[in-house]
């Protein structure tokens, strides 16, 4: 019988299986596939692979070195997945078989993990992992560490999406949003590069927004709207007097607006509020020069950013309170006034994060003390040779010679210039030098 007349002998779903075991030109190649995952996890392939990857795809030595995982959570109880970045097309296939990752200690390297239960698929990360949703770090107001998400968002919108048009407006896909913070909220890599600029940027809206205390509203910490209200208004300089120009009276006005933002709005807030402030103020400066290509001014970044910063019991007054411009007493004009004038209103907190404060661009430098804290540390300096030059030898070095000396140290020769006269027999001493004696034996 032929393989033709058996397969149609066969059962409908023994046909399919074999037709799916069955290698043809519509098949996968196995061992392209396998070259190409070993060339993205960087190393090359073995000969054994490609040779076993050559049978037939059925094989029990081929099947035997896989090992199949259906959803995330099975790949997470053998790879650490904060060790490989999860692409969003996975993380969107995995939200609706799976419904949630769960990240279980790893078995032993030799034994088989047990598939997770539905339970565990969908238990939430582990409360000290979380990073939204949650009170900022213990010891941020130092001036010098920031959360990773924010420190992430705010460096890679700095050297990749300051020339994006719409940034801070657009909207990214929710999965990919999603998937992103779920990444940080279980210590997990994630690829912003990947995500999308866009992505980055609602991240960093998104650590605001949830913060359990606003940084304007009610609660401990926070700014009151009543602090906010009594922001000066540009608009008085129209009762100012006529001698005055009016360019000289909006820049009084300016300062004194600045003054205030300073003294009484930063002063109401508490110290990990201010110096988070400090380094998104520093992004949105740097955003809004680059006005030009990306249509974001400081404007627009207030319009978009300030609903993000107040919260109360009163809706009403949180959209109130997120107007902006050169007249409004509200959370947008605060927050245009920190864009604009960021050196001026946040000169103690670029000290403290900068450990100086003469610097000629400060929104610059802050952004490069952001890339310093993503940065690995640099290796410490090489231990120095003790036989350096200049450096003192030990007593055990000055009374005994290396073994290359003494390997190199020839013997002296009694025929060189200086050099003791040898003794005419064995175990006899030379005789001292001394005046001449009469000869013995005279001739």
């Known amino acids: 019988m032929s393989d033709n007349d ?4 066969m059962p409908a779903t023994k046909q399919s299986m074999a037709c799916h075991l069955e290698p043809n030109r519509r098949s996968l190649d196995t061992a392209t596939t396998l070259r190409r995952s070993a060339g993205n996890f960087g190393r090359k392939p073995r000969e054994a692979d490609t040779a076993d990857a050559g049978r037939h795809p059925s094989s029990p030595k081929f099947f035997a070195k896989v090992t199949w995982v259906d959803t995330l959570s099975q790949l997470a109880a053998m790879v650490p997945l904060n060790q490989i970045s999860v692409p969003e097309p996975v993380y969107q296939h995995n939200m609706r078989v799976d419904g949630g990752m769960a990240a279980p200690q790893p078995p032993g390297p030799l034994q088989a993990p047990p ?6 698929q969908q238990s939430p990360p582990a409360p000290e992992s979380l990073v939204f949703g949650v009170p900022p770090p213990e010891g941020l107001a130092g001036g010098r560490m920031l959360p990773r ?8 919108v700095r050297h990749q999406g300051l020339d994006t048009e719409g940034l801070f407006r657009r909207s990214p896909p929710s999965t990919a949003l999603r998937a992103a913070k779920d990444g940080y909220n279980r210590s997990q890599a994630v690829d912003l590069g990947l995500a999308g600029v866009h992505v980055a940027a609602v991240l960093l809206k998104l650590y605001f927004r949830e913060l359990p205390t606003p ?9 009151s709207y009543d602090t906010v209200r009594g922001l000066p208004a540009a608009s008085l300089a129209a009762g100012a007097g006529d001698a005055e120009p009016a360019g000289d009276v909006s820049k009084q006005m300016d ?3 600045v003054r205030y933002v300073r003294e009484v709005v930063l002063a109401a ?22 006005e030009a290509s990306n249509r974001m001014t400081s404007y627009n970044l207030a319009i978009v950013f300030a609903p993000n910063l107040a919260r109360s019991r009163s809706p009403v007054d949180d959209v109130s309170m997120c107007i902006a411009g050169p007249a409004a007493a509200t959370v947008g004009g605060v927050l245009q006034i920190m864009i604009q004038h960021f050196d001026q209103v946040f000169g103690a907190e670029i000290e403290r994060a900068l450990g100086r404060a003469d610097v000629d661009d400060a929104a610059m430098a802050v952004l490069d ?20 030059a200049g450096s003192p030898q030990s007593p055990t070095e000055t009374s005994s010679p290396s073994i290359e000396q003494a390997v190199s140290a020839e013997p002296t020769k009694p025929d060189e210039v200086g050099a003791a006269p ?4 064995v175990g006899a001493a030379p005789e001292p030098a001394g005046p001449e004696s009469p000869d013995k034996n005279p001739a």
Do not use: Q
Not at 149 to 156: D, G, L, N, Q
Not at 215 to 223: E, L, Q, T
Not at 269 to 290: F, I, K, M, W
């Open 215 to 223: 940084v304007f509203g009610d609660g401990a910490g926070s700014c």
């Open 255 to 257: 300062t004194v607006r």
């Open 422 to 425: 040898e003794p005419d027999e």
């Open 6 to 9: 058996h397969a149609n002998t």
């Open 115 to 120: 598939p997770p239960s539905r339970s565990a």
């Open 369 to 388: 003390a952001v890339d310093a804290m993503i940065r690995p540390p640099p290796l410490p300096p090489r231990a120095t040779s003790p036989r350096s």
């Open 269 to 290: 807030l508490g110290g990990a509020y201010r110096h988070l402030l400090c380094y998104t103020s520093a992004l949105l400066n740097v955003v809004a020069r680059n």
């Open 149 to 156: 998400p924010v420190r992430e968002s705010i460096a890679h």
